[in-house]
């Protein structure tokens, strides 16, 4: 109703002079002047008591800028329920911790697993509780108990179709208001946007049967500019979206974020049936020869395991037969339509180029242009000329070829697809795009599975790089290996 309209509208604006951008006592970490803003406009918004879309580029901190939100209306009393936050689920370790980085004073349950039956009891006793898009459904029931203060949708272009079941789970919710956090821009498809604004700001949009004759048709069928004028207006205040371009004044030279990402289904199973194995057998090895020489054999199975968590495709053993599952591939996949339709120029790295050729297979299916350098491309120069000349927008590069050497300026954003031993020369990599003759922030995202290999590599990059070096190069060449027992343990331990 027009009235009901005016009336969402009005009380924003009131709020909005109220709204205060003070940056609570427990944040760890300084925000940045637009962050500053979007706090001030999220905490707008619960004065008014409505909903949002908070629609910033990726790599912005639109989680920073929420959980500092939360932590606000913590500190002054008004989070008397806990915030439901629905995440995909291979983003859950990713929001834990950050939550628990920027915002430690923050209580947060995370329901996963067959086991969380038990913990539902305790979800009055949380400021956070965290589900997956995937549980919602399934856990439906037993969230309507516990009423919620608000509910967050992360990546919410994941409840773009109105007839998912995530998003009648979250209709049947109590819960007073909903945010709706989205990288993804929202102007290319009209529907995806009544699904998420109609979530957050009921009714701003009519019914999805009124908005398609008053908008779609004849914004996406006759080009109405009028019309398309007219939906920016009534939207503005219940969509905040900041590209990178305008705010680059306020962005370091270099943003480095870290994305973590969990295992699933059998792509879960094939790595701890092999870690289960592989240890096994290592301990044979090693009872026979010792540590020391046993070089090889143990770096071939880092090396299964490593492959596993890049996709189970690049594994040769008959067990990796058939298994589809790829974390860390879907999150690629979701990540690079997003940041080239947000105009990024992106160099993505790989220590593996059968992972670069899956990966440019998949891209070849849905059309979209790169260029590609690895050892075995002979003329290096055109694909550079192509990609600095901004004839394609994705660059794919293998560690040994590109990692250095290269000067890609037209680069703003630099995916290292799996970790590296060497800091350094992940570092050198990034400096690819990020050397003199770059005029714009960039943007290095570091991809890691959670509770594998590959974050146990992380810890020992951080203690005793020469360890890592062994593993992550291969090291085939070393019969003898710097590291003991107690080092290979770690590396095998359990998720």
């Not at 500092?68 to 983003?91: C, F, N, W, Y």
């Not at 979701?334 to 059968?354: C, H, I, N, W």
């Not at 293998?398 to 680069?411: E, I, P, R």
Request: aromatic share 6%.
């Amino acid at each position: 109703a027009p009235e009901q309209l005016r009336g969402f509208t009005a009380r924003l604006r009131d709020a909005a002079e109220r709204a205060s951008d003070a940056v609570p006592e427990g944040l760890t970490v300084e925000l940045r002047p637009y962050q500053r803003e979007g706090l001030r406009w999220l905490n707008a918004l619960a004065e008014a008591g409505v909903g949002g879309v908070l629609a910033d580029d990726m790599g912005l901190g639109k989680t920073l800028q929420l959980v500092t939100h939360l932590l606000a209306l913590k500190e002054r009393g008004a989070l008397t329920q806990p915030a439901l936050i629905v995440v995909p689920t291979s983003l859950i370790p990713n929001w834990q911790a950050e939550i628990a980085r920027f915002a430690p004073a923050l209580k947060v349950l995370a329901l996963h697993g067959p086991q969380r039956g038990g913990e539902f009891a305790q979800l009055g006793a949380q400021d956070i509780v965290l589900t997956s898009y995937a549980l919602l459904p399934r856990d439906v029931v037993a969230l309507r108990k516990q009423p919620f203060e608000l509910i967050v949708l992360d990546e919410a272009q994941q409840v773009k179709n109105p007839r998912t079941q995530a998003r009648r789970a979250v209709l049947s919710l109590r819960a007073p208001r909903c945010i709706c956090l989205t990288g993804t821009p929202l102007e290319n498809h009209l529907g995806e946007l009544w699904s998420q604004v109609d979530l957050a700001v009921p009714g701003l949009l009519g019914d999805e049967g009124a908005f398609r004759r008053h908008y779609r048709v004849p914004i996406e069928k006759q080009h109405d500019t009028e019309c398309q004028d007219r939906l920016n207006r009534r939207l503005a205040p219940f969509i905040l979206r900041r590209t990178k371009s305008q705010v680059a004044s306020e962005l370091p030279p270099k943003t480095e974020i870290t994305r973590r990402v969990v295992l699933e289904g059998r792509q879960r199973e094939l790595y701890e049936s092999l870690r289960l194995s592989l240890a096994e057998e290592l301990r044979e090895v090693i009872a026979q020869r010792g540590i020391q020489h046993s070089g090889i054999v143990v770096l071939d199975a880092l090396l299964k395991l490593r492959q596993v968590c890049c996709d189970p495709r690049l594994v040769k053993l008959e067990a990796a037969r058939g298994v589809r599952d790829s974390a860390k591939f879907d999150l690629l996949m979701d990540m690079l339509p997003a940041l080239l339709a947000e105009g990024r120029k992106v160099l993505l790295f790989s220590q593996f180029t059968e992972m670069l050729r899956l990966i440019a297979h998949e891209l070849d299916r849905h059309r979209v242009p790169y260029v590609v350098l690895t050892g075995e491309t002979r003329d290096r120069a055109e694909p550079v000329r192509q990609f600095q000349e901004g004839d394609v927008p994705l660059f794919l590069l293998s560690l040994k070829a590109g990692g250095v050497g290269l000067n890609l300026t037209a680069a703003d954003t630099v995916i290292h697809y799996d970790p590296w031993w060497n800091p350094a020369a992940e570092a050198q990599a990034s400096d690819r795009a990020h050397r003199i003759g770059q005029d714009k922030p960039v943007f290095v995202f570091r991809l890691i599975t959670s509770g594998t290999v590959e974050e146990r590599i992380e810890e020992l990059k951080a203690r005793k790089a020469e360890l890592a070096e062994a593993v992550l190069e291969g090291g085939g060449t070393r019969e003898r290996l710097s590291f003991d027992e107690e080092d290979l343990d770690a590396l095998l331990a359990p998720g």
